[in-house]
């Protein structure tokens, strides 16, 4: 760069130029000849519409923008809101039939359990009634048979090991058997088939079971006939004795 500046001074003397030219050229600040250099005018620059704190300033074409983007932010809010208000109504709507239709089917299986129960327990009851009839008969052979001889014995007993085994079979169904006797007669237990006076026992009482009855589980599978007793009346000749006695 100097030796550039040599020879322009050395041109500039032979040409019989002043000097100052070359001074006024080395006098230029470097961001003058940075200027010079690079070609581009200095142009002036326009301030920019910014306020102190460097954010844009307030204009009125600002002003109608962010109106209309707030406008535009209340609606979009106003919707989602509306949705989810609707979209909550629905989720409760829905609660209310999902409990609806599981109350509904909770009724539904204790019905049907209830009826299948109801059902085993009458054809359980059903076949019970078809074999107490068996039972009376082995009771009344046990009652009348009186076995004399060995052969009679072995065939008795024979007999009695099967009336036992169904017996067994009946309790384990839940059977069992009614014991009347002495008890206050019961319309909802008994059935009373006869009457017999007597001094003995309070009128009403069960002297004797006729039939014996059973229960299934805690109910009546079939009544029990019983003989009551009934008050004794006096006799005419008992009478007669008492009025005589009375006249003497």
Do not use: W
Not at 69 to 96: K, P
Not at 101 to 109: G, M, S
Not at 113 to 137: A, C, F
Not at 169 to 188: A, H, I, T, W, Y
């Amino acid at each position: 760069m100097m030796d550039e500046n040599k020879q322009v001074n050395n041109t500039s003397q032979q040409l019989g130029e002043p000097i100052e030219v070359n001074q006024a050229m080395n006098s230029d600040s470097p961001a003058e000849i940075n200027s010079h250099e690079s070609g581009s005018d200095v142009t002036e620059q326009t301030p920019e519409q910014t306020n102190v704190s460097g954010e844009p300033a307030f204009t009125e074409e600002n002003g109608v923008a962010a109106a209309e983007t707030t406008e535009v932010d209340t609606a979009a809010l106003t919707q989602l809101t509306q949705q989810i208000e609707f979209l909550r109504m629905q989720v409760e709507e829905r609660s209310t039939q999902y409990m609806r239709i599981a109350a509904d089917f909770e009724n539904y299986r204790k019905r049907v359990s209830k009826e299948k129960e109801e059902m085993e327990t009458q054809v359980k009851r059903n076949t019970i009634m078809e074999l107490l009839p068996v039972v009376d008969n082995f009771e009344r052979a046990r009652a009348h048979l009186k076995p004399q001889n060995d052969g009679e014995m072995t065939i008795h007993k024979s007999y009695q090991g099967v009336y036992k085994q169904l017996v067994d079979c009946l309790k384990r169904l839940g059977v069992s058997p009614m014991r009347p006797e002495g008890q206050e007669f019961d319309p909802n237990l008994h059935e009373a088939v006869m009457r017999e006076p007597t001094n003995e026992h309070p009128e009403g009482t069960v002297l004797e079971e006729l039939v014996r009855g059973y229960f299934l589980g805690d109910r009546v599978l079939r009544h029990a006939m019983v003989k009551v007793a009934a008050p004794q009346e006096d006799t005419p000749t008992e009478q007669e004795d008492e009025s005589t006695q009375e006249n003497s």
